[in-house]
């Protein structure tokens, strides 16, 4: 009942009518869908004034986790002013669950917690690694690449098949003059992701065909672009394909014997692509998600310190490696799901 809004309360109401006896589950500490209209009102008063008088039950035990994190929970959630006044407490019993907190850096703690747990007897297949969001899993993932480290992904596409790190790595391929050297069946995708990373601001259809004539002939890139601009167009959007023209060809510029991470952030900051996802974001958490998946990209290739060339083949390596992964391993979900 925590997700209900107002169409669904109204439509509640016409369908119980004046007999029929109305009973709710829902638990106002977790009404996250606030985008579709959920309000935690509905809950804490807004139930009592459509249908008068209910008794509340309320379960406050809960069987799935220990009491040191029932207590960090409460002390968290108390501070939300927007909710009924209960405590979620841990039935006795309960087997403990232990808390730590690890600073996020690299080398990733997730690998020194996976072989605390092997010594002890747990194998990775039965770990799970749980984010808030999804571009936190970014670094995880490269982490347990780079190790061996077998894993599965459930609820998003695997990292490299993120379109933010596809547009990266395409730059990446821009600068080293090697665009013709992808494999053609995956060429036209890069260069639609780098299209759309920031995006022109033209249909997709005009980009796929652009993407197309530019995997076709990826030397004659920034002409194709500046050509592919319709002369009906608005002056803003003829504009966006004559900078990115411009921006491709001084990316093209950059000495690929530079490290990979500096050229990755020279190429964010000369398309302002964190400022493109901050502006056609319709919510805050959308921009954060995508921006977060760059600097985990951006922070890994800094701390392999290659060059370019390298850095792309090891990128390679890891493909491989993560379309190899099968049967039994780690698990990396979003909390909620």
């Known amino acids: 009942y925590q997700d209900i809004n107002e169409v669904q309360q109204q439509l509640l109401k016409i369908i119980a009518g004046h007999r029929a006896q109305v009973m709710v589950v829902g638990d106002v500490d977790q009404c996250i869908y606030e ?5 935690p009102e509905y809950i804490t008063t807004r139930f009592a004034q459509d249908f008068p008088n209910p008794v509340t039950y ?3 035990y809960t069987f799935r986790f220990g009491h040191r ?8 959630i108390t501070n939300n002013r927007l909710r009924d006044r209960k405590l979620c407490l841990s039935f006795p019993g309960t087997p403990d669950t232990t808390l730590s907190s690890c600073q996020e850096k690299e080398p990733h703690p997730v690998l020194a917690i996976l072989a605390d747990l092997a010594d002890e007897g747990l194998p990775a297949a039965e770990v799970a ?9 970014v670094p995880v993932e490269l982490a347990l ?3 061996h480290i077998p894993y599965r992904l459930v609820g998003h596409e695997p990292v490299f098949a993120c379109p933010e790190i596809k547009a990266l790595t395409g730059y990446l ?11 053609p069946a995956v060429r036209q995708d890069i260069i639609e992701a780098m299209l759309t ?3 022109l601001g033209v249909k997709r259809e005009k980009i796929s065909e652009l993407a197309a004539s530019i995997a076709h002939r990826p030397e004659r890139a920034m002409e194709l672009i500046l050509y592919a601009a319709d002369q009906d167009a608005p002056p803003f959007v003829q504009k966006r394909f004559t900078q990115t023209a411009e921006i491709w060809h001084e990316i093209g510029m950059l000495p690929s014997s530079a490290k990979a991470g500096q ?6 900051k000369k398309t302002n692509l964190f400022d493109f996802y901050r502006n056609i974001s319709s919510r805050i958490s959308t921009a954060e998600n995508r921006i977060k998946t760059c600097q985990a990209f951006v922070a890994f290739a800094w701390r392999l310190d290659l060059a370019v060339a390298p850095f792309l083949e090891k990128i390679q390596t890891l493909q491989q490696q993560d379309a190899a992964t099968v049967g039994d391993s780690l698990l990396i979900t979003s909390i909620h799901r």
Do not use: Y
């Open 35 to 39: 985008w579709r209209g959920a309000k």
């Open 58 to 60: 309320t379960l406050s």
């Open 69 to 76: 994190l029932s207590l960090a929970a409460n002390h968290l």
């Open 129 to 137: 690694v749980l984010v808030r969001m999804f571009a936190m899993s």
């Open 145 to 147: 690449l780079d190790a």
């Open 173 to 183: 391929h821009l600068c080293q003059d090697s665009l013709g050297a992808i494999e």
């Open 197 to 199: 990373h920031p995006h």
């Open 263 to 268: 050229i990755l952030e020279t190429v964010i």
